[in-house]
């Protein structure tokens, strides 16, 4: 999954502007509290918080991993530098938009997972369900868990209609994720000046 955020992204071009006021004022009411009192959302194996500062380190720790990072964006590591920025953007969705990536925490050790969220694809009105998880998770079901819990709460509770998600050709098992949640393949795009495999599903 590629990042959609930096924060350049932040300030939406004028002709998004409007649009995306208007989707966000459709979001349930309740979801727009402050940060800091947003819910987290439970699975039987994962709760799924906001971004906290605090979890920079373990943020950087997977985004500094070559396996990871090999189906993101250009294939490249990121740096803690950028990923502190990253995570700021990150945390700065969430006060504009109401909803965002979310932290994906085991509950049975605390560990920090990885991320799964919803957020804006930038430039655009779309959006994406998102989700990147360390190595030592793969395998084992967590994207998909995570993933199905953020569009259930995305339809249910923000009152969405539609939501994407985007993966590279070669990233398979990021595809089998949007497939098993219930995506379905739209279209191959252009996004981020590359090409993706665009996958959609409706309320």
């Not at 590629?2 to 979001?27: A, C, G, H, M």
């Not at 985004?63 to 189906?71: F, G, L």
């Not at 953007?89 to 969220?117: M, N, P, T």
């Not at 393949?185 to 090409?195: G, N, R, S, T, V």
Request: with cysteine.
């Amino acid at each position: 999954m590629r990042d959609s955020l930096k924060r350049s992204d932040l300030t939406n071009p004028p002709e998004f502007t409007n649009s995306r006021i208007l989707l966000v004022r459709r979001i349930n009411a309740k979801a727009m509290q402050s940060v800091a009192e947003i819910v987290p959302i439970q699975t039987s194996r994962l709760c799924l918080r906001v971004f906290e500062l605090a979890d920079l380190d373990a943020l950087a720790k997977i985004n500094s991993d070559p396996e990871v990072m090999r189906h993101t964006g250009n294939g490249n590591r990121v740096s803690r530098e950028e990923t502190e920025k990253r995570l700021h953007a990150y945390i700065e969705h969430w006060q504009q938009h109401g909803f965002g990536l979310r932290a994906v925490i085991h509950k049975s050790d605390h560990a920090f997972v990885g991320f799964c969220g919803l957020q804006f694809v930038a430039g655009t009105q779309e959006i994406e369900v998102g989700f990147r998880l360390a190595k030592q998770y793969w395998g084992q079901g967590f994207a998909t868990e995570a993933a199905r819990a953020v569009l259930r709460h995305g339809f249910e509770v923000l009152g969405l209609d539609r939501v994407i998600g985007l993966a590279q050709p070669a990233n398979i098992a990021s595809q089998r994720v949007l497939e098993k949640s219930g995506l379905k393949h739209e279209k191959d795009a252009y996004y981020y000046e590359q090409l993706v495999r665009q996958y959609a599903i409706r309320r």
